[in-house]
T-cell receptor
Framework: ETGVTQTPRHLVMGMTNKKSLKCEQH?????MYWYKQSAKKPLELMFV???????ENNSVPSRFSPECPNSSHLFLHLHTLQPEDSALYLC????????????FGPGTRLTVT | KQEVTQIPAALSVPEGENLVLNCSFT??????LQWFRQDPGKGLTSLLL?????REQTSGRLNASLDKSSGRSTLYIAASQPGDSATYLC??????????FGAGTTVTVRA
């Protein structure tokens, strides 16, 4: 248990659906991250928030829309996804963006049909 | 751009054998290097973190070495057990917040 929780753990959605992934950290951290992990590929950083402000958008398609209402919560809103977006989506947090360690949640396994 | 490579991609050993996992990176200007464990469909668990000024870190049966100048790290797991079966990821952090990950080595320890 790392102190970072993600819901749902599994999600199956059609290409026309709209859904949201939720991440919550109980560590008092100020930075939160979304990563995408596709099969047999390295983790890819998607978005970074520091003190609720987005500091990184790693050329992510607009069908992925992040939201960070406060330092403890991070959402990833999904709409009109493609089958190639099927992956494990991992959330992480750290004290600040320059901190030594990031703490990872268990991930949401997303399948787009 | 930092590139992180892990060899081999998969490894199967009998119980009790020592494991040697390799990680290489192209830019030696790193802040730290971290080894993670990932069980199937799960998140990442940090195993060892080596600062750029350190040569190795140890935790129980795990030992990680770092040779920054040659861009290499090795994770040793002594006397492997079936519970060590997982994917092991290497990640390097440069002087910003970004972690660059390898694709991982999937380990199977046969009972």
């Amino acid at each position: 248990e790392t102190g970072v929780t993600q819901t749902p753990r599994h999600l199956v959605m059609g290409m026309t659906n709209k859904k949201s992934l939720k991440c919550e950290q109980h560590l008092g951290h100020n930075a939160m991250y979304w990563y995408k992990q596709s099969a047999k590929k390295p983790l890819e950083l998607m978005f970074v928030y520091n003190f609720k402000e987005q500091t990184e958008n790693n050329s992510v398609p607009s069908r992925f829309s992040p939201e960070c209402p406060n330092s403890s919560h991070l959402f990833l809103h999904l709409h009109t996804l493609q089958p190639e977006d099927s992956a494990l989506y991992l959330c992480a947090s750290s004290h600040e963006t320059g901190s030594v360690e990031q703490y990872f949640g268990p991930g949401t396994r997303l399948t787009v049909t | 751009k930092q590139e992180v490579t892990q060899i081999p991609a998969a490894l199967s050993v009998p119980e009790g054998e020592n494991l040697v996992l390799n990680c290489s990176f192209t830019d030696s200007a790193i802040y730290n290097l971290q080894w993670f464990r990932q069980d199937p469909g799960k998140g990442l668990t940090s195993l060892l973190l080596i600062q750029s000024s350190q040569r190795e870190q140890t935790s129980g049966r795990l030992n990680a070495s770092l040779d920054k100048s040659s861009g290499r790290s090795t994770l040793y797991i002594a006397a492997s057990q079936p519970g060590d079966s997982a994917t092991y990821l290497c990640a390097v952090k440069q002087n910003d917040y970004k972690l660059s990950f390898g694709a991982g080595t999937t380990v199977t320890v046969r009972a």
